[in-house]
Structures are given as structure tokens and as C-alpha cells.
């Protein structure tokens, strides 16, 4: 295999690429010749460094520019007036001088939250965290979107969380000991192409169907036959959406009532057994979990529920949920029952058996983490320990000084004055669009650093237009990617886009800390400097020299793992860090913060949204609201390949043929797809790979609310102005946006442009008419 081209070697959380550049941008993306798979997310690059969407200069919000700080009802609407570097540096230097010298750095939201772009110094959150530090700290937020409920569950239950997510047992050792994979939400194709720092050998699909054509068996329980598809699974048992939990707990009561559980290994590595199998067997609350009992909630036989608990018994079985099953509201139940599942069976510990989480929820979930660091940027020390589980934001704008309940904590919501963001994007990430951008609006300050017109940027006050990887020297590297690549720059930056360290030295500067930030270094001399550091851990590395002319490091590889190993051949030696040292299949602790929404053992809790009210019968359809196949989040929604898979010009919404025929609807009729919440548009896929009640749109499409549509109607198809925002329980308060109910209804009339396809001086322009909106 030959290297990649040195000169023009670089990487993105997607894939590592050589860009073929023509005046000034992509016009062709080379995968790496490593990659076995590229993924088609590179051709979102194409034609990116010099889109209309770029931010070409640094812009202030009229009414801020005018006003000065303060509640902004119109923060998203008004127009942006550009203003020069160094008068935007001073304004916004004024401006951070008076938070800090005012109500302090407590007053400070720094949470940042976001993927940014591949780059281990160009870190925009980095970044902000660093800068942020040098001047007295800020609010943080803590846990993450991704996998924040089950990050606060599995300390209680396994003794650590985010360390057990990234150490799950290999592919190679699944490939070559399971020999049934159980895969609650499957093992989505789509997601497996992303991994935060890059996948330079895209392998896991690979995986995936060697392991079908070795025979393994690889049952999908989930709604949508696409997350496991035919080619590789063996079986679909399409759980209703949201019961995963009832279901597991049937599994675990056919294995104990048929004597099939393995007592000498809940005897010997796991606490709380007698709490859950009374739980289980119904002696505690009078119901026994049985198949028939879950059979009417979760929609699947009990007959078939049966069959699959007595051949999971019978041979190496691995039980793995995908990250969208706990993002949910209850979503710690079906994990913890997973756990109970795996625990029952007695191979946690044991090659190929056990239990596994995200497993095609993320690129990297699978392949062995490196033990040594990477070259990272030292964000400094954070003096305020006041932080946020990371999906509270809006609460925390709307209420502060509130109350709220956190993993056995009783907290109180700070009083936000400015809201600093880089590398991320709420109006993406964050649910019930409406609620957020109300909860925007009482901020005095909102600052966004963004090379392009994202949702986030045009709801900024103050907007600090960043370049991009293509246009930037950098050290790609992930916590599993077999190489660490040079990041050549490829291109000068778009017009006045500065890089987000250059943006921080210059405010630096004017506030006093620049020493501490930059430390007297160019961005060049961090790259070296970062580099040595690393390479002084193995003095086989080359010098950074040869790194940058040869394009990449390969790193080798660390051998394929097994989860809690050692737990299993040793307790004694390597206990759990939970209070028994073991398995917690009921936790003391948890029970004792009497939490009703997270009990504490694994139970099965009804979604709030459809009980009690008449919602489930105006809202029939169970909407999945999960990350793109098209594009990594809304990064380049604009892109190529997120372009072609739009329907109607809006984000895809796939429903069940008997569903569309209910409706009178077609594959490329548009669509509103609407509840309390909001309303947006989308284009319609008649698809049998769904169940039937069930419809799923992708996250990702530019929040583009059509003016004057109350509460929110969005033209492009933003699946969060319909989801909930409230958090899986009072223990976690992660993310519970996966699953929402809707209806769906024809649109009728010419549809409203889509302002988010303009920078905001033309859709503002736009925005006075309003005569194509259906009321
Ligand atoms: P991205 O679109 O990746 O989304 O949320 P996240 O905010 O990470 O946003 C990154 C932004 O960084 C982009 O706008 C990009 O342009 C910008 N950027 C890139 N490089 C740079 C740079 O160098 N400097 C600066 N300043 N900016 C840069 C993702 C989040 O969404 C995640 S991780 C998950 S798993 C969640 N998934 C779901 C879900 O399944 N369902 C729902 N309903 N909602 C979700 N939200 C969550």
C-alpha cells in the first residue's frame, strides 16, 4: 500500500483524505489508501472553503451593536452589520472585562459542547476552555449527548462509565468467539463512519459481515430493520419503540424461571441479586416479568421471546444497545436490564459473551483504545465548580436559581450573563428548538465562533468567523485510529476567517493574559511542541520533521481487549469501583436517592408522553429522531452528498407503506410533521424496512423557522423543534431526545423557502414575506 501524499495528507472525524484544491477549493477528495471503506461523507467537503454560507468577516448582531448587552427578543432575526477585527476584539474584550469584574466568572457559560473538526490543537472547545480559564473560569458542562444517561448509570452499576464505553470487547474477538450477537438498536451502518478525531481504516462494517458470513447469528430488536440489515442479521424482532426495557426483563425472567441463569456467577461477581430476581419474579410488586407480560407491551411473541432467551443460554452470547436507546427519556432502564441480561447468562468477562454498549454508535466503539495519551492542549485549571449535565441548558437560561436533581445531588441553576461557543451547534444538538431559542433570547451575551452560517452563528450576538481544517496546520489523532496524520493546510483562509487560537490570542492581548494563553508560541511551534511531548513517551517515534513530511505516524495498535477481564479471572484483585466491589444489579445508592424515575434496579417505566393524555391519539406515530446517515450532525448540511439525500428539498421522513397509505401520501410528497411542540417539513419515503406506527428523520437539517409561524414550523426539516426537552431521569439528566410522537400531514400550497440555505443578509431580506406560509 502506498502512503498518503505526503504534501497533501489530512483527516476529518470521518475519514483521512488528500484534497485536490483549484483556486482556493475542494474540487476532488482522495480517501487515504489505508481505508478498506471510505466514507461517502468526504464528498460533503467538496466545494466547502469558499461557500456562500462561509462567515467572511466578524459581525455583531444590530440591536447588540446598538443596545450594547442585554434580553434580546429578536436574537436570530435581526440583522448582522460587519465590523473590523480589531474593533470587534476591543468591543468584545469590553465586554468579557465587565462579566468578569461584574458577576464574575460564575456568570460565564463555557460548556461549549460540539464536535468541532478533527485536530488535536485546533480544538475549538479546546480552545474557549483554555482562554476561558486564563481569565477566572467558567460554567462547564459536564457528561454528553451521545451516551450522557448511561455515563451517570454504569459508575453505580459497573463502577465506571465513560472508561467501560471505550473499552468494550474488540471486533476480532467477537469475530472470532460470539456466536450470537443480541443488538438492541442494532449496529447502525451509518454511524459506524464517525469518530471523533478521525477513522483513518474504516473496518467495522468488514467486521460485521464476516462475522454474518461465519455463521455468527445476529438477532436485530429494534423498530427499524435498517440499523441491523438483512445482508448481515439473522432475525428482526421489531421491539415497539421505548419498551427495550420490558423486553429484557421478559429475557431475564425466562432464564431464571427455566433454571437457565448462572447462580455461581451472580454468587461470586455481583451484588443485589435478590432485590431484582424479586422484582423479576414479581414477588415485590405482584407481576412477574414473564414473555407474555412484555409481549403486550413491547409487541413482540412471547413465544419468540422465549425461543431467544433459551438459545442465548445455550451458547457465547454478547448483548450490545446502540447509545439511542438510553437517549431517552427512563433510558438507564434498558441498559442496567442489559447488564442484569448479561449478568444472568455469567459470561461478562469471557471472549465474545457478556455485555457491550454502542457498538455502531460510534466509529470507534470496539477497537482497542491506545493507553497512552495524545497530544493534547492543556486547557489550564477551572477555579468554578459550578457545572451543568450537558442537556440542561435551556432549563439553566430560563431558570436560574432553580432547583433540580442530579445523580443524588440536590443543585441550583447559575445566572448566565454571556454565553461563549465554539465548535458546536445548540440549534442542532439541543431539543425542542422553541423552548431553546426562548431561553437564548433572556441572555445578555451570546458569542459564536463558526466558519459557516449555522443555526448557532445567526442566533450570536457577536460572530467570529473561524476557518477550517483545509485552511490550518494540524495533528489528527483519535483514541483508537491506527495513525496519527499530519494535517497540512491546503488552502489560505476565506476572507477574514481567523483561526479560533489567533481570535483568543488577539482578545488575550487587549485582557492581559496573553502570555498565559499562548505561552509565547505560534500555532506552529504548539504543534511541535505538543508533538515532542508526545513522542517523548516512546523514543522510537520520529522526529516531528519526519512526521510532518511524511504525513502520518503509525501507531500501533493495542491487542484486542475483552471487557472486565480481569474482574473476571481475579474479583479480588480487580474489583469494581462500586460500593461492593462487584456488579450492582440493584444499587443501595440509587434506591436511596428515591428517585420514582430511576427505582434502583433495572424496572420497566411507560414513557411519560404517552401516558394519561389524549396526545397518543392526536401524535399516532412514533417518530425516531437519530443521527444522519448523510452528513456527521448539521456539519455541511450544504455538502454534496447531504444534498442528494434530501427529498423535496427538506430532510427525508421514512414511514411504513400502510402508515403513507393511511395518509394518501407518496415517496416525494413534502410533508408537515407535527406536534404540541412545533411543526417541520420533510419529504416523504415510503419504506417497509420500518415497523408500522413508526417514522424516522434524521437530526442534522439547518433550524430554518419560518417568520411568524408560531411556536416554530422549521422549512428545512429540523427534527429537534419536535422533540422533548426534558431529561431520561432525575439520576442522569442526559438527553432524551431519540423518540418523540407526531402526525404527519400533506402540505398543501408552495412551501416556504429555507432562509438557512442563505447567509442571513438575503434571508433577512426574505423575511418580510411571508405570503407562501400555511397557516
Ligand atoms: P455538529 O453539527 O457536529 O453538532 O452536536 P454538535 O453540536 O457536536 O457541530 C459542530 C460545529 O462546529 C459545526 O457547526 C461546525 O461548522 C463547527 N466547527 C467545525 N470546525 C470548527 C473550528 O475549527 N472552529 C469553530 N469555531 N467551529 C468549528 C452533536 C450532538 O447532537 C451529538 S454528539 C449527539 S449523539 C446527539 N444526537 C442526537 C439524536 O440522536 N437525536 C436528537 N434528537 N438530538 C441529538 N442531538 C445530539
Known amino acids: ?108 457559560f463555557g460548556g461549549s459542547y460540539g464536535w468541532s473538526s478533527a485536530g488535536r490543537f485546533h480544538h475549538a472547545q479546546g480552545q474557549v476552555h483554555r482562554f476561558l480559564n486564563t481569565l477566572g473560569g467558567y460554567v462547564a ?25 471505550r473499552s468494550l470487547t474488540s471486533w476480532p474477538v467477537l469475530l472470532e468467539h460470539t456466536e450470537l450477537m443480541v443488538c438492541v438498536g442494532g449496529v447502525p451502518a451509518k454511524n459506524m463512519a464517525v469518530a471523533p478525531g478521525g477513522v483513518t481504516e474504516h473496518t467495522t462494517e468488514g ?35 421505548g419498551t427495550d426495557a420490558a423486553f429484557l426483563l421478559a429475557l431475564c425472567h425466562v432464564l431464571v424461571t427455566e433454571g437457565l441463569h448462572d447462580e455461581t456467577f451472580l454468587a461470586t461477581y455481583c451484588a443485589g441479586s435478590d432485590e431484582v430476581l424479586d422484582h ?35 451458547r457465547r452470547t454478547m448483548i450490545t444497545l446502540t447509545f439511542s436507546v438510553q437517549r431517552a427519556e427512563f433510558g438507564e432502564q ?40 495524545l497530544p493534547t492542549l492543556p486547557q489550564g485549571h477551572n477555579p468554578v465548580r459550578e457545572r451543568i449535565p450537558v442537556a440542561r441548558i435551556a432549563d439553566m437560561l430560563l431558570h436560574p436559581g432553580e432547583e433540580y436533581d442530579y445523580n443524588g445531588e440536590r443543585r441550583r441553576y447559575p445566572d448566565i450573563e454571556l454565553v461563549y461557543w465554539c465548535g458546536g451547534n445548540p440549534f442542532h444538538h439541543h431539543q425542542d428548538l422553541a423552548r431553546l431559542r426562548a431561553a437564548w433570547r433572556v441572555v445578555p451575551t451570546v458569542v459564536v465562533h463558526e466558519p459557516y452560517w449555522t443555526p448557532a452563528a445567526r442566533h450570536a450576538d457577536i460572530v467570529l468567523p473561524a476557518t477550517v481544517t483545509l485552511e490550518r496546520d494540524d495533528i489528527g489523532a483519535s483514541r483508537t485510529d491506527p495513525f496519527l496524520t499530519a494535517m497540512h493546510a491546503g488552502a489560505p483562509p476565506y476572507e477574514q476567517a481567523r483561526d479560533d487560537y489567533a481570535a483568543f490570542s488577539a482578545l488575550a492581548a487587549v485582557l492581559g493574559t496573553e502570555k498565559e494563553y499562548t505561552e509565547g508560541r505560534s500555532a506552529h511551534e504548539w504543534l511541535r511542541h505538543l508533538y515532542d511531548g508526545w513522542r517523548a513517551h516512546d523514543g522510537a517515534r520520529p522526529d516531528f ?171 428545512a426539516g429540523n427534527v429537534n423543534v419536535l422533540t422533548r426537552d426534558v431529561g431520561s431521569s432525575r439520576l442522569s439528566q442526559g438527553c432524551a431526545g431519540s423518540r418523540v410522537l407526531v402526525e404527519i400531514e400533506r402540505w398543501r400550497g408552495p412551501a416556504p423557502a429555507i432562509d438557512a440555505e442563505s447567509p442571513p443578509d438575503r434571508s433577512a431580506a426574505r423575511a418580510g414575506d411571508r405570503s407562501n406560509v400555511q397557516a
Not at 471503506?37 to 446598538?66: F, K, T
Not at 458542562?141 to 464505553?165: D, K
Not at 428515591?594 to 404517552?610: I, K, R, S
Not at 410533508?671 to 411543526?679: F, I
Request: glycine residues 12%.
Open 545 to 715: 520533521d519526519t512526521f510532518w513530511a511524511d504525513g502520518h505516524v503509525r501507531v500501533p495498535a493495542p491487542s484486542p481487549g475483552v471487557l472486565l477481564a480481569d474482574f473476571r479471572r481475579d474479583p479480588a484483585a480487580h474489583p469494581l469501583a462500586t460500593p461492593s466491589g462487584r456488579i450492582e444489579l440493584s444499587s443501595a445508592v440509587v434506591a436511596s436517592f428515591g428517585y420514582a424515575d430511576c427505582p434502583g434496579h433495572p424496572t420497566w417505566l411507560e414513557p411519560l408522553e404517552w401516558q394519561g393524555s389524549d396526545r397518543a391519539r392526536r401524535y399516532p406515530l412514533v417518530l425516531l429522531a437519530n443521527n444522519p446517515a448523510a452528513r456527521l450532525h448539521s456539519q455541511l448540511d450544504f455538502g454534496q452528498h447531504s444534498r442528494e439525500s434530501k427529498v423535496a428539498g427538506r430532510e427525508p421522513i421514512r414511514i411504513h407503506p400502510d402508515d403513507a397509505a393511511r395518509r394518501g401520501l407518496r415517496t416525494g410528497d413534502l410533508v408537515r410533521v407535527l406536534n404540541d411542540r412545533g411543526a417541520c417539513l420533510a419529504g416523504v419515503v415510503v419504506d417497509a424496512d420500518l415497523s408500522p406506527g413508526v417514522v424516522q428523520m434524521s437530526t442534522g437539517a439547518w433550524f430554518s423557522p419560518v417568520p411568524g409561524v408560531e411556536p416554530v414550523l422549521c422549512a
Open 280 to 314: 423479576l419474579l414479581g414477588r415485590s410488586d405482584g407481576t412477574p416479568k414473564s414473555a407474555r407480560w412484555a409481549s403486550g407491551l413491547c409487541g413482540v411473541d412471547a413465544d419468540a421471546i422465549t425461543a431467544l432467551a433459551r438459545r442465548m443460554a445455550s
Open 141 to 165: 458542562s459536564v457528561n454528553t449527548y451521545s451516551a450522557g444517561t448511561s455515563e451517570v448509570l454504569l459508575p453505580h452499576v459497573l463502577g465506571a462509565g465513560p472508561e467501560i464505553l
Open 1 to 108: 500500500m502506498t502512503a498518503v501524499p505526503p504534501s497533501h495528507s489530512h483527516t476529518s472525524h470521518w475519514g483521512a483524505f488528500s484534497p485536490g484544491i483549484e483556486r482556493g477549493d475542494v474540487t476532488a477528495v482522495h480517501p487515504s489508501p489505508f481505508d478498506p471503506a471510505p466514507s461517502p461523507l468526504l464528498a460533503n467537503l467538496v466545494g466547502s472553503l469558499r461557500h456562500r454560507l462561509r462567515i467572511p468577516r466578524p459581525m455583531v448582531r444590530e440591536g447588540w451593536l446598538r443596545d450594547g448587552p442585554g434580553p434580546a427578543p429578536r436574537r436570530g432575526d435581526e440583522p448582522f452589520v460587519p465590523v473590523e477585527w480589531d474593533e470587534v476584539i476591543d468591543r468584545l474584550a469590553g465586554e468579557l472585562r465587565r462579566v468578569y469584574s461584574g458577576p464574575g466568572p460564575e456568570a460565564v
Open 207 to 241: 467486521h460485521l459481515a464476516a462475522m454474518a458470513a461465519r455463521g455468527i447469528e445476529l438477532v436485530l430488536i429494534g423498530p427499524d430493520r435498517r440499523d441491523l440489515p438483512a445482508e448481515v442479521s439473522s432475525e428482526w424482532l421489531p421491539v415497539r419503540p
Open 334 to 373: 434498558p441498559v442496567w436490564a442489559g447488564v442484569l441480561l448479561a449478568a444472568l447468562l455469567g459470561q461478562i468477562g469471557l471472549p465474545g459473551g457478556g455485555f457491550g454498549h454502542g457498538y455502531g454508535s460510534i466509529g470507534d466503539n470496539g477497537h482497542p483504545a491506545h493507553t497512552g495519551t
